[in-house]
Nanobody, 126 residues
Framework: QVQVVESGGGSVQAGGALRLSCQVS????????MGWFRQAPGEGRERVAT????????YYVDSVKGRFSIALGSTKSTMYLQMNSLKPEDTAMYYC???????????????????WGQGTQVTVSS
């Protein structure tokens, strides 16, 4: 059973920064899209950023471009999301997910059928 565990959430003031981490337990699951999604109360789930484990291709939703940065760790079973210049509208539960897909599908796949973490809360106050 592959496990996905997020960490690094918390509460910050607007303009602050947080770094989220995601650990996928199975290192051999290596040709995959990995991504961060978020869901605010009463809202649908939104794709924030994705990265492919082999090509390194990245994708960002427009609202976070220039502020967030996604990266893989050296083992490629760890992923990070550096979030700078945080805004109150970034407040949400953030989820890490992984799924076997080619690079071009990372920004369109729903990650349905992949592996998901339990989420980590990010709260940004004004």
């Amino acid at each position: 059973q592959v496990q996905v565990v997020e960490s690094g959430g918390g509460s910050v003031q607007a303009g602050g920064a947080l770094r989220l981490s995601c650990q996928v337990s199975e290192n051999s699951y290596n040709t995959r899209c990995m991504g961060w999604f978020r869901q605010a109360p009463g809202e649908g789930r939104e794709r924030v950023a994705t990265i492919h484990s082999v090509s390194g291709t990245t994708y960002y939703v427009d609202s976070v471009k220039g502020r967030f940065s996604i990266a893989l760790g050296s083992t490629k079973s760890t992923m990070y999301l550096q979030m700078n210049s945080l805004k109150p509208e970034d407040t949400a539960m953030y989820y890490c997910a992984a799924i076997t897909r080619p690079p071009w599908e990372c920004k369109i796949s729903s990650f349905h059928g992949g592996y998901w973490g339990q989420g980590t809360q990010v709260t940004v106050s004004s």
